[in-house]
């Protein structure tokens, strides 16, 4: 809306940043770096954290080493155990935004449910879950790919009178001590929250769909002598490094490597041997072993480490089912092949929605002439240069977008896609700019390697047909991660061509020679 006397709306805030998770406070601390202050932080939780607020189930823990899982420019040195419990996680989120000076910026409680871009005023309006409406001249979008929840849509599931919960959810409320507990799902969460539920439980049944690829967990209490050395700055430091070098090897090198199949064959099949192996070590009954067997190749799912899943179902009050569900009924569950069990509680350990249609974005957002991210990604398969902005959605920047993840830890990625948001709008302000849209012809060129190098990947082969991975989304396409190093993705977010960018200034109305009052961008160098 423009004044009466033709002036334009001056935003609220420079920027808005959509979610206070570590990705949100990783992007805060970019715009920092960026000499941006005036921004704001919203977030539908009480508390910052985001995917470590909202997964509290059972034995919830970051799945990479802790020394590994910090900020850069915030190590953290004080960890209980080698991989950390998610509670330390989110306390470690807090202790960011207290030392970085971002608690003043934060406004909890108010999740965005719609975002539009002014056309006429170059700014962003986001319609927050109260009515209110922020106006900002930049939006970064760092909801995480781990958010909506992906509930079975099993026959009866309404119907059921017992207890039932998404591992996300999680119920502290209800005590399952004694109590007859069913799983569904076996994927990274379930594979944590099993083994800790058969500890209280008096019987648990595990409704498996597909074995995942697990190998042995390098974990131990950290204690003060490990967290005294730690605290050495360079060493810290080198840990770090070596750690995110070691994990993007372990996660993505498969994923990388797609111009070498060969290679890449040997390797994955050297390391199911090894994961074979552990599993033979935990598991002597042969029916067992093959049940928890993936019948699909190393890497088609991210793979997990434990030490207490494969003993679980070694235990007489724990069942593995690998029989279909059918449908559930008031008191439990039955099975394709007409076995019906009653349970007091079902957990549905069953993934989140990623790169899908209505969930990523998890709300409607509207860009230049009204088309709506979400739609215009169903249309056109997902895409983002650098996994960060698009066309035709101007002063907008995501931190989890299409081909941006490079598997490994996730704090690399936010690094690199907020300190590529915080430079565009650095160099924006810089130029004088209320607009700065990225140019088609680099976003389709990053979009068709990135496309082809996925669809080289051994996901797309027949190796992973039977995995269901969360890597492939409902188009068929590979858009949940980046085919490449984490190496390359920190170097193309920081260094990417600033002229990839168009940066155009709105003047005031001007009068046409047919009455009309229209726009007028003008391109600023």
């Known amino acids: 809306m423009n004044s009466p006397n033709g002036s334009r709306i001056t935003p609220q805030y420079d920027v808005v940043i959509i979610g206070a ?10 715009l920092r770096r960026a000499g941006v202050e005036d921004f704001l932080i919203v977030d539908k939780w009480d508390k910052v954290g985001g ?50 000076g971002l608690r003043g910026k934060l406004r909890l409680g108010a999740g965005a449910t719609k975002a ?42 309404e119907d059921y009178t017992g207890k039932i919960m998404h591992s996300s959810r999680w119920d502290h409320g209800y005590d399952y001590t004694g109590k007859r507990v069913a799983v569904i799902g076996t994927g990274a969460t379930a594979l944590q929250a099993i083994p800790e539920l058969a500890k209280a439980v008096s019987h648990l049944a595990v409704y498996q769909r597909r074995a995942i690829w697990i190998g042995p967990k390098p974990d131990f209490p950290m204690g003060p002598v490990l967290n005294t050395v730690l605290n050495f700055s360079p060493l810290q430091k080198t840990v770090r490094f070596a750690g995110n070098v070691g994990v993007n090897v372990g996660l993505g090198a498969g994923l990388a ?34 049940k928890l067997t993936p019948d699909y190749r190393l890497g088609c799912k991210r793979p997990s480490v434990s030490n207490a899943y494969f003993k679980t179902f070694t235990q007489p009050h724990v069942d593995l089912i690998t029989d279909s569900i059918e449908r559930f009924t008031p008191t439990g569950i039955v099975t394709t092949d007409g076995t019906e069990h009653d349970f007091d509680m079902v957990v ?27 739609e215009f990604w169903d249309e056109n398969r997902y895409q983002a240069y650098q996994g960060v902005s698009m066309p035709r959605f101007p002063n907008a920047f995501l931190i989890t977008g299409p081909y ?7 704090i690399p990625l936010i690094e690199s896609t907020a300190a590529h948001a915080a430079r565009a709008i650095k160099e924006a302000r810089r130029r004088g700019a209320t607009r700065v849209e990225v140019r088609q012809e680099p976003h389709d060129k990053y979009f068709e390697r990135m496309y082809r190098r996925a669809k080289q990947t051994h996901l797309f082969s027949q190796g992973c047909v039977t995995s269901n991975t969360y890597y492939i989304n409902y188009q068929g396409d590979g858009a949940a ?10 170097w193309e977010n920081r260094h990417f061509p600033l002229d990839d960018y168009r940066y155009t200034t709105s003047q005031p109305l001007v009068v046409t020679g047919n009455g009309h009052a229209d726009d007028a961008l003008t391109p600023v160098h």
């Open 404 to 410: 941006g993840y490079a598997p490994g830890s996730y």
């Open 21 to 30: 998770g570590l990705g949100g406070i990783g992007a805060g601390v970019a």
């Open 51 to 100: 995917t470590w607020l909202a997964n509290t189930y059972p034995g919830v823990a970051v799945d990479v080493p802790s020394p590994v899982y910090n900020f850069s420019f915030q190590p953290r040195s004080k960890w209980s155990r080698f991989f950390a419990p998610g509670v330390e996680i989110q306390r470690y989120a807090e202790e960011v935004v207290d030392k970085q």
């Open 116 to 157: 539009a871009f002014d056309e006429a005023d170059d700014l962003w309006r986001i319609t927050l879950e109260n009515g209110d409406v922020v106006t900002a001249r930049f939006v970064i979008g760092a909801v995480g790919g781990l958010e909506q929840p992906n509930n079975p849509p099993i026959p009866g599931i």
């Open 348 to 374: 549905c350990a069953t993934g989140f929605k990623v790169m899908e249609k209505g969930y990523t974005p998890p709300y409607p957002i509207y860009g230049r002439d009204g088309v709506e991210l979400g």
């Open 257 to 290: 490597a797609s111009n070498y199949p060969r290679l890449t064959s040997v390797g994955l099949t050297i390391g199911e041997t090894a994961l074979k192996g552990f599993l033979f070590t935990q598991v002597r009954d042969r029916e067992l072993r093959r």
């Open 481 to 490: 991660f980046r085919p490449s190093t984490q190496l390359e993705m920190y």
